[in-house]
């Protein structure tokens, strides 16, 4: 839609020019930004005129820039030990977004809306990826993707804060996956995301979309049926805990992510592998 109180346009060539004034957003694919209405917003300040590159590989990292659009990660060419890879394309078809949102939407901008339904932020999460964050000063911070997204709408980022790259360990990538989505409908938004992350040393389970921030549970093996029901029960023993709108009610929300939770334990438990 058109956003008409936006009065400025800003495309900065390099960090220096990296500036917000009071009613200013980043932009990156702008397909959230542009969805609806924007009350407050007057500037945009276009991230992808810094031409970060989408991917960079150094020696135990994956770096994926916030600029990297949904297609351009799916197109990345995986090493052949990374058993985690395609927990990405399973995220990614979690949006149910045409290839032209795919073509447009970017990660980081997935991860900066905040909602629980946001599928990038379940993969990054669920790989143990770090948010590197550009501060005002010059420098930067960096955040676990975990503990980035406090809840709906809401990150542990300042107005003039910019998610810069998202740093996934490979350790996590060689690892394996595993994926439950539940929705009301065939074609609706996720009402349940639980995703999983497995080896010989710990086995990692992320829900999210049912609950309004990531909510993670890690273990040093396989737990037992009894073990995970007592970890789901001690931190989302209460409906209160999940989320509420018309996708899902919370009671709904729960038995379904349990079931899932399930599921995924056991598959690690008999040695699922891809």
Known sequence: MDLVSVRTVRTPSHRDDLAFSPGDRPLGGGTWLFSEEQPG?????????????????????????????????????PDVSWRAWPLVEQCANALLASFKVWNAATVGGNVAVGLPAGAMT???????????IWTPDGGERRVPVERLVLGVRTLDLRHDEVIRSFEVPEAALRATTGYRRVSLSPYGRSGSLVTARWSAQEFVLVVTAATPRPVVFRFAGVPTADGLDDALTAALGSDDHWYDDPHGSPAWRRAVSTRSAHELRDEAAAGGTR
């Open 41 to 77: 917003l007057t500037g945009l300040v276009d991230l992808t005129s810094l031409a970060w590159p989408d991917v960079e590989r150094a020696p135990g990292t994956l770096t994926v820039a916030a600029t990297c659009t949904i297609a351009s990660l799916l197109r990345v060419r």
């Open 122 to 132: 379940a993969l990054l999460v669920t790989l143990d990826a770090t948010a590197v």
